[in-house]
């Protein structure tokens, strides 16, 4: 399996805990050469393209999960120059919906910022380069050969940065399973944060807090206590 089937499989599995759906589509970015016929690679201009990848997460092993991504994106291949109109036609929603709101560009690079990519044309240089998108959600992977460089975008009500730790966490658990156990199930993968498991799981749950002894607490009993003039006893620490 490559490495791109691998990424498509972590970020489904980011977005489908996120909107609590197993059933997900997003739009994966296709190169558009491959088979664009003879002296494609000679030729100028733009051939990238970018259709929607859907995979179904329920009920599949880690084996079985990356097994069925790597198939999709081959066979994703044969279409890699179907307009995305065309597909918005063939798969009967109607416009304007869209078919997906989030998309992963998986490319590869020599270099971080791109300058190698240059290094072959004689008189030309790389001066900048921005992203610009009208998906509310994208992540680019950089293939550097030694590793792999991860970015994205997100609205600031959620976060980049809570985008990618999500994403690194569901990239360990599941390069693990696929490396251990390879039955491990998608939902047994761990999705949070540790910072935010400790957040949840330990300091929203922080709830004990101080009581003086000598203040009578009333609770819900407090009327039966009241008929008889008794306060209603208490520690001096107490769970809220």
Request: overall charge negative; charged content about 15%; hydrophobic content about 40%.
């Amino acid at each position: 399996m490559s490495a791109a089937s691998v990424f498509h499989l972590a970020w489904a599995l980011v977005l489908g805990r996120l909107c609590g759906r197993e059933d997900v589509v997003f739009g994966t970015v296709l190169l558009g050469r491959l088979q664009a016929g003879a002296g494609a690679d000679r030729a100028l201009g733009m051939f990238i393209n970018t259709l929607p990848l859907r995979l179904d997460l329920a009920g599949q092993t880690a084996a079985e999960a990356v097994r069925e991504t790597h198939r999709r994106l081959s066979a994703l291949l044969a279409h890699e120059h179907a307009p995305l109109a065309l597909a918005q036609r063939c798969s009967g929603v109607a416009a304007p919906t869209p078919l997906f709101n989030s998309l992963l560009n998986y490319r590869h690079a020599q270099a971080a910022d791109g300058q190698d990519l240059l290094g072959d044309l004689p008189g030309i240089q790389l001066l900048g380069s921005e992203d610009i998108l009208s998906y509310p959600l994208m992540l680019s992977v950089d293939d550097l050969d030694e590793g792999f460089k991860l970015s994205a975008m997100a609205p600031r009500s959620l976060g980049p940065q809570h985008l990618l730790d999500t994403l690194q966490t569901v990239l360990d658990g599941l390069v693990q399973a696929l490396e251990q156990s390879p039955q491990t199930a998608l939902r047994q993968l761990p999705v949070l944060p540790p910072t935010q498991l400790h957040q949840l799981l330990v300091e929203l749950n922080a709830t004990e807090v101080d009581y003086p002894a000598s203040r009578p607490c009333t609770g819900c009993s407090r009327h039966r206590y009241a008929a008889r003039g008794t306060p209603w006893p208490c520690s001096s620490r107490i769970n809220s």
